[in-house]
């Protein structure tokens, strides 16, 4: 008998006990050699008074197993929690979410029989990475954080799963015809990366054209790679058009360190009722097997589950009459499958892994230093105006006064359309105002920008943020206002 794997085990909160509890018994049953290390996380940690939501010594036992299970958890409202599950996933470095969603039909209800497909997200930063500022009265603002590393990282990823698991295409997915800087990276990192791959076809969608392709032609989808926000809401459309959000599990796969989890929510409106589908958990504790090195204990849990669907036992979720014969809770679910272990589905393809795959692993890239010359900032102004009228005009020809030969206002933008110079009438304007200064003969230096903002400052204006406007090797490093 093999050394037994030791992985950390959080029973999670809502359904995430009942869940855990079968998972872990249909883990047993099938022989797999693991220890598990439970450890404390989610909303009775936070209720103790721990923000973070984890207990600390819980990193020290992440660190020595380096692989983790992990139940649902509940982030409570307001009060200013953040979302323990980003804190793991940035903390322990864990790039890449990895979401297979495939039809079970006819046992599983959806339209698309033939949809098998693979979301693979960026996992740390973009509008996740949670910066966001009250700028204003009215207005709040929140940071799209887009790296690099991280574009080349979870692409190559992506690239490396479809050649592991023989998967013929690549698809990137971006809203690079808006946000072409933070987007239009990505894209083209893509684009790049896709040149090592020659024999993985490639191709791009814009995300929203996608997503609707995702709904309504699966089937044409094969590996799907894209950022995070984005990542998180296609990978819930493609589990629900795949049959059951229930169903899907994720691993997030890091340098040194892998998390395994269901898709899903804590669920508390169903919690103790002994109803919930455990399938999401076990499927990602499935893919967990495989990346231990237990694959062959993987495919004989994954064939008792699909012969379990094929005989129509259903937990209530994806209960279908007429189709299924026997609806079920939690621990019978988990039972009936036990009970059919060392069976294969008759209808459904059964399960095979490729024994000599290896986990992936992608490293970092550092990427060398740039040219960048300052040339302008844009000054985020909290501004109503005189008998509070929102006059763009008023505010431009006030702001024109400070111009130097340095620095010169250029437009004001709001909510990002240009409406100073020659402004329309009829835009809305907010109480909060890019200005942006530039220099046209060239580069300033910070201390231009300093006093300028010492000006503003004397004047009484009230000034929300700033932002550096660099020219990076001869071509602008930051996107023109709508009508610039």
């Known amino acids: 008998m093999s050394e037994k794997t030791t992985i950390a085990v959080a029973y999670g ?68 929690y953040k979302s323990l ?49 009250q700028q204003t009265s009215e207005t709040v603002a929140c940071l799209k954080l887009v790296s690099k590393p991280a574009c080349e ?17 690549v698809t990137c997915m971006s809203k690079d015809n808006i946000m072409k800087l933070t987007d239009g990276l990505f894209h083209k990192i893509f684009d790049e990366v896709a040149k090592d791959y020659p024999e993985i076809e490639n191709d791009h969608y814009i995300i929203d054209i996608g997503s609707a392709l995702l709904a309504s032609r699966p089937e044409w989808f094969d590996v799907i790679v894209t950022l995070n926000l984005y990542g998180d809401i296609v990978s819930d459309i493609t589990a629900q058009v795949a049959g059951s959000v229930g169903l899907g599990g994720s691993s997030n796969i890091g340098e040194s360190f892998a998390m395994f989890e269901a898709i899903h929510g804590s ?37 008792a589950w699909l012969r379990t669907l094929e005989d129509g036992i259903h937990t209530g979720d994806i209960y279908n009459e007429g189709l299924s014969s026997e609806r079920v809770g939690t621990q019978a679910f988990a039972q009936a499958l036990i009970d059919r272990l060392g069976q294969e589905p008759q209808k459904l393809a059964p399960v095979r892994y490729n024994p000599d795959v290896k986990p992936i692993k992608v490293g970092r890239k550092s990427y ?14 909290d501004w109503v105006g005189s008998d509070k009228k929102r006059n763009p005009n008023e505010l431009g020809a006030a702001l024109a006064e400070f111009n130097t030969d340095k620095l010169q206002l250029k437009i004001i933008s709001n909510r990002g359309q240009k409406v100073y110079p020659d402004g329309q ?17 060239g580069g300033i230096d910070y201390t231009d920008v300093i006093a300028l903002l010492e000006t503003l400052h004397a004047k009484g204006y009230y000034i929300g943020k700033t932002e550096n406007l660099y020219n990076i090797n001869g071509e602008l490093g930051y996107t023109l206002s709508q009508g610039e």
């Not at 209800?109 to 910066?131: C, Q």
């Not at 669920?267 to 495989?290: E, F, R």
């Not at 740039?370 to 900032?377: A, C, H, I």
């Open 368 to 381: 060398a230093a740039v040219d960048k010359q300052l040339s302008g900032v844009d000054v985020f102004l």
């Open 13 to 80: 909160d809502g359904i995430g006990p009942e869940i855990m509890e079968a998972t872990l018994k249909i883990l047993d049953a099938a022989g797999a050699q693991l220890n598990y290390e439970r450890v404390k996380i989610g909303k009775e940690v936070y209720l103790s008074g721990m923000e973070s939501g984890i207990d600390p010594s819980a990193w020290d036992v992440f660190r020595k197993h380096k692989v983790f299970l992990k139940s649902p958890i509940t982030t409570p409202q307001g009060g200013g």
């Open 425 to 441: 009438p009829e835009t809305f304007c907010s109480d909060n105002w890019r200005c942006r200064f530039v220099n046209p003969n």
């Open 85 to 133: 599950n980003v804190t793991i996933r940035k903390t322990l470095g864990l790039f890449a979410n990895v979401r297979p969603s495939k039809a079970y039909a006819p046992y599983v209800k959806t339209h698309f029989p033939d949809m098998d497909l693979v979301v693979v997200r960026e996992n740390e930063e973009d509008l996740y990475a949670g910066i966001e500022y």
């Open 153 to 169: 990282s979870i692409v190559r990823y992506a690239f490396e799963y479809a050649k592991a698991y023989g998967r013929k295409k």
């Open 267 to 303: 669920a508390p409106d169903i919690a103790g009722k002994g109803i919930a589908n455990p399938s999401g958990l076990l499927n990602g504790a499935c893919m967990m097997l495989v990346h231990v090195g237990q694959s062959a204990v993987a495919e004989k849990i994954q064939n």
